[in-house]
């Protein structure tokens, strides 16, 4: 089993600091009942809420008042100096006034049934105690429903009307309600009370406001014909009330980059549709064809015809426009040509380029017909062959860090600083007597142990990083093993002992661990051959000397 004595400190560490953590941001909640009020006398506390009430005419009004401890009686006292006490409201007293329905910490509570204009203001709870009394006050607000919302703006056009470059203050007015009103914008669909600055005036002592939305915004020409709406809510509204203004913005002719006409078939009449904007009504409008841009040939006013070009324009609404110019047999000529649109009105004068081809359309679609010029790859595509310096320095730290974790782990498991599963590995030497061990060793001579030392060392070093060998690969170490004994053995033939020499000791080497002993078959053509491996332990101390 493995100690993880590294993790058990980790985890006992993360468990005091939340520990600290939690004894630093606990917080002792109050036990009982919430006291409103922090007035006590003695034994005897007020239970009162302070917080504002806010009532439709018409509806319930529940004033409650409650007391811990012994009191003697109590009153409710409001800004016109009406008082009403709670005994007597309990005896039914007072018409439109009653006993709440639980008493339980609102031992001194009553209900206005229908509320009105007159219990509007503050006020307030008197319990009367033993030598003084316990006192808790609170605003009660009675709402007027507000006036309508109005735009001051002038309507004589039948619209607002904004230039797109300039910011216009448009102001929403509501003249009176109590409480305040709320209120928002909105263009469209879309809100925009973030350009709004709302001020509220109290035009009397008596809770009512006047409330003022100033709007300061740039129009865009896109928004032109849009409605423009101040919308208002309030406690007395079940549903926002609305007032609204169409937009007129006035902006020149919106400019557009180079538009190029793709598939044109000479031999067949083409027409060229080119779209725009403009508010007011353009008040020139003319195709102008040349060589260049800057070289122009001739001109044609729209609507007009010279029998090779034809003009016209389409007036598609709320200050949008299509342009048409009709070449009749269209030549390779006619594609050597640029042409130009020449538009202006009341705020300025716009030209919009134009370009024909025969040639397909580009492949990933964005076809210029839709009127928008084509980026050149160039500026958009980024050297794939440059890196920047921060991106080489960002790869040479993940590398770094990847490395340190990968040598972080392998140390960690090499020191068993964690719990990781045992590996298991077969041992070629398992199984077998520990004399047997000692002879093989000696049979191969100290410079085959002290190699096979340094690779059990460094194959115990590298085990953190490699898997467990398969039974093939055992295989394979025993068949190599076999056939090294097999190579010494040859080199050592059996000699007769001198009396000079030591003695020499021989052993029958049995190379399958332990196991019974085996027999490889040989498969020649039609015979089978065994052959037994018998290997020869000789003393080396002999051949060192002579060296």
Not at 304 to 316: A, K, N, P, R, V
Not at 516 to 539: F, H, L, N, R
Request: glycine share 8%.
């Amino acid at each position: 089993m493995c100690k993880c004595s590294f993790v058990r400190v980790a985890t006992v560490a993360l468990a005091l600091l939340a520990l600290t953590i939690a004894q630093e941001y606990n917080v002792d909640e109050p036990n009982g009942d919430v006291v409103f009020s922090g007035v006590r006398s003695a034994d005897v506390s007020l239970i009162f809420d302070p917080s504002e009430i806010v009532v439709n005419p018409g509806d319930q009004l529940n004033l409650d008042c409650g007391v811990q401890g012994e009191r003697r009686y109590c009153i409710w006292e409001n800004e016109n100096n009406q008082i009403l006490q709670v005994e007597d409201v309990y005896s039914n007293v007072y018409d439109g006034v009653s006993k709440p329905a639980n008493t339980v910490g609102n031992e001194c509570g009553i209900v206005i049934n229908s509320a009105d204009i007159g219990h509007h203001g503050r006020w307030t709870c008197k319990v009367f105690v033993v030598g003084k009394s316990l006192v808790g006050s609170k605003n009660v607000i009675v709402t007027i429903k507000p006036t309508s919302p109005i735009l001051e703006v002038d309507t004589s056009s039948g619209g607002l009307e904004v230039t797109s470059e300039d910011e216009k203050p448009v102001k929403c007015s509501v003249a009176a309600a109590r409480p305040a009103v709320g209120i928002r914008w909105y263009l469209g669909d879309r809100d925009i009370t973030t350009f709004a600055e709302t001020e509220e005036t109290p035009t009397d002592k008596g809770g009512i406001y006047k409330s003022v939305s100033t709007l300061r915004r740039t129009f865009q020409p896109s928004e032109n014909g849009k409605l423009l709406m101040c919308s208002i809510t309030h406690k007395t509204l079940l549903t926002p009330e609305n007032t609204s203004i169409p937009l007129n913005v006035v902006f020149k002719p919106v400019e557009k980059p180079v538009s190029t006409f793709y598939q044109i078939t000479p031999g067949s009449d083409y027409e060229v549709k080119l779209n725009f904007s403009a508010n007011p009504e353009p008040i020139k409008k003319e195709w102008r064809y040349g060589t260049s841009f800057e070289s122009i040939e001739g001109s044609l006013v729209i609507p007009g015809s010279d029998g090779h070009y034809t003009t016209d324009i389409e007036d598609l609404g709320n200050g949008m426009y299509t342009a048409k110019l009709l070449i009749s047999g269209f030549t390779e000529a006619d594609v050597n040509k640029n042409y130009l649109l020449v538009v202006a009105n009341e705020r300025g004068e716009t030209q919009y380029k134009v370009k024909l081809s025969m040639h397909d359309a580009p492949q990933d679609g964005d076809s210029e017909t839709s009127n928008y010029d084509k980026i050149p790859p160039t500026e958009l595509s980024v050297s794939e062959d440059a890196l920047s310096g921060g991106a080489v320095a960002g790869i040479i730290i993940v590398l770094v860090i990847v490395v340190a974790a990968v040598g972080a782990a392998g140390y960690a498991r090499y020191r068993q600083m964690f719990c990781f599963a045992p590996l298991a590995s077969p041992d070629p030497e398992e199984g077998k007597d520990p004399k047997e061990e000692h002879d093989t060793e000696s049979a191969r001579g100290p410079n085959t142990t002290h190699t096979a030392n340094l690779k059990n060392r460094l194959g115990q070093l590298t085990q953190v990083f490699k898997k467990p060998k398969k039974d093939q690969d055992a295989k394979q170490e025993e068949t190599e093993r076999k056939s090294l004994t097999k190579d010494e053995n040859k080199g050592s033939p059996y000699k007769e002992q001198s009396p000079d020499e030591k003695e020499v000791v021989y052993a029958e080497l049995d190379l399958g661990k332990g196991e019974p002993e085996k027999k490889t078959e040989v498969k020649a053509e039609d015979k089978t051959e065994y052959a037994q491996i018998v290997g020869t332990i000789t003393d080396n101390r002999e051949e060192e000397k002579k060296e």
